[in-house]
């Protein structure tokens, strides 16, 4: 049995950490942990250290593996890389191109990961404000070649597009935020059909109630796509109490209901009775799945979160009915 299968908490770890500064000054994390954050499998971390050597993890004196933030990051560069259809042997040599210069043991990781988010987002702003669709499509290409879907939304492009909604009322602002809103809205669709697989459709995903904007609920279904969770989009108004007809009709394996908004007091309850009226899960996503996790413990009602990587790793879960609420 690997030693990784029997790894303690971190707390007890300490009298077999390495002595060295640099590692006394970084965080490090167990496997089982890097497999929640990531929602790759231990087996297959260990399989890409092993076989093509992209990851090299610490070992402490008795042989645990324990992963940096750096190498966290690296693992879901990898897996970006995958998902774009190249091959593990290939993603190695991609990596040496394209990662940046590595970290001076001063500098936090997070600190510099923020400072490239910024600049980032700097060069998107700077083509938003001039409406320059060719330029913003070359940022995007450019930062779409550098970092897996999930950062490139959520830490980067998002932001963004929230800034500008919130600051619709200034003269100048509504327009720069449907400009970036259709910019992006047409991405997302064209990513969504690239990686659409020819399988039965498994997950159907759709806004509750209005509750979001059609970006919101893109970007969840673009979050929540693999090659064994195969999604279908319902159409933004799509009535909550037609929802059962429509899964009759489609047969899918989970319904995941997307909403930003706080929950009402009732919701629980309709969610329950929806789900005692179908053959598939009911998730929840977004802000209220969050919010919402308290009153619908217990029920047979899933909390997804908002986080894209911990979105799709519950997904999995769920659907090999290996997660309780």
Known sequence: MDVDSKMPVLSNL???????????????FPIREVARLTGVNPVTLRAWERRYGLIQPTRTESGHRLYSLTDIERVRSIVG???????????GKILAKTEPLKVLVQTSPNELAQADCDQWQQQ???????FDEVRLEQVYGQIFSRYPLTVLFQDILI??????????????????WLFLDGFLRARVLQRLLLVRVMEP???????????????DVLVTALYLSSVDSAIQLLAI?????????????????????????APAAELPRRLNRLAMSLDCQVLLAGDASDLAQESLAGSSIGCLGNEGVLMRQRLKQFLAGNLDN
């Open 14 to 28: 300490a009298p077999s950490f390495p002595t060295s500064t640099s590692l006394i000054r970084e965080e490090l």
């Open 81 to 91: 890389w995958i998902e774009r259809g190249v091959a593990v042997s290939k993603v």
């Open 124 to 130: 998107v702003k700077a083509a938003v404000s001039v």
């Open 159 to 176: 932001p963004i597009w929230k800034q500008l909604l919130q600051r619709h009322e200034a003269f100048g602002q509504a327009s720069e």
């Open 201 to 215: 459709r498994r997950v159907l995903v759709c806004t509750l109630a209005d509750q979001c904007r059609e970006l």
């Open 237 to 261: 108004g799509q009535p909550f109490d037609e929802l059962i007809l429509v899964c009759e009709k489609i047969k899918p394996k989970a319904l995941v209901l997307v909403s930003n908004h």
